[in-house]
């Protein structure tokens, strides 16, 4: 959930770290290595989709 | 720097969220690193894939209302910031000012924006100030200073009547090379002030207030640039 979170807020709200550790009350770190897991789980399951 | 610290770095490359100095590092780190090249590249098209997706809508009806209703009464609690209203939230990120910034900077960028669309930038083109300054007469109910600063390589261009936060405001329009400079400015009781300056979209903004006039500059002119223009229009 909070990956997901955080990827909508970055590339769909297009809002800067800062913003999105404001808005989610975590720090900025936190939002890195979020944004860096939630990007990975949704390429996996992207790729899945592509190459059954 | 080693691929292991680069790949953590790469993320905040692409979302440019990296210092000048690591950035400079991962850039050239990138040259000659196909394999972190590629997963750059991989950011990259993913981040292509969720644009296209259509993944943004409005949220409905009922869910606004009750977020707008909830607003008027109370700042919502911390636990409502979660993903089931992400979408109703979108919303309210478009209509509340981000952070830190000010309804008059949103004001004066957008007025700054419009004045770039065609044929909105001047009613009275002239780099004559006696052309321009007369102008204003029974348009505003002030007679704004208008200087000419063409000596000093920022020409004026022309004038036109604004509107921001709910007044008429004399518009003044520089040109810097192919900068456009606007000066917003009206009549005020405040003190004498010194210079703010912020960026907001890409633009810098100079806000003072000098012998009874508030100004606003805004120009996508560097911010360097912008306060020497500030400068003489002080003098």
């Known amino acids: ?52 | 720097m080693s691929c292991d610290e680069i790949k953590d770095l790469l993320d905040a490359f692409v979302d440019g969220e990296l210092d000048l100095r690591s950035n400079v590092a991962v850039e050239g780190h990138l040259n000659e690193c196909a394999a972190c090249a590629g997963e750059v590249e991989g950011r990259m098209e993913l981040r292509q894939a969720i644009g296209e997706a259509d993944l943004y809508f409005p949220a409905p009806r009922e869910v606004r209302q009750r977020i707008r209703r909830s607003l008027r009464t109370r700042w919502i609690p911390r636990v409502w910031w979660s993903v089931p209203v992400a979408a109703a939230l979108a919303l309210v990120f478009v209509l509340a000012p981000r952070p830190g910034s000010t309804a008059m900077e949103q004001a004066v960028v957008s007025g700054h924006v419009r004045s770039l669309m065609p044929n909105h930038l001047m009613d009275v083109p002239s780099s004559d100030s006696h052309t321009v300054k007369p102008w204003f007469n029974g348009k505003v109910d002030f007679s704004p200073p208008v200087k000419d600063l063409k000596a000093d390589g920022f020409t004026l261009v022309g004038g036109r009547l604004d509107y921001l936060q709910d007044r008429t405001v004399a518009a003044l329009v520089y040109q810097r090379r192919k900068h456009l400079i606007n000066v917003f400015l009206w009549p005020s009781s405040r003190a004498d002030s010194g210079v703010t300056a912020e960026t907001r979209q890409g633009y810098n903004l100079l806000h003072w207030t000098r012998s009874g006039f508030e100004y606003w500059a805004v120009s996508d002119l560097n911010l360097q640039e912008l306060g020497e223009f500030e400068r003489l229009l002080r003098e």
């Open chain 1, 1 to 52: 959930m909070e990956f997901r979170e955080a990827l909508v807020l970055r590339e769909i709200e297009d809002l800067s770290y800062k913003d999105i550790a404001h808005v989610s009350g975590v720090p900025i770190g936190t939002v890195m290595s979020r944004l860096a897991r939630a990007r990975k789980l949704l390429r996996d399951r992207l790729s899945g989709e592509v190459i059954p």
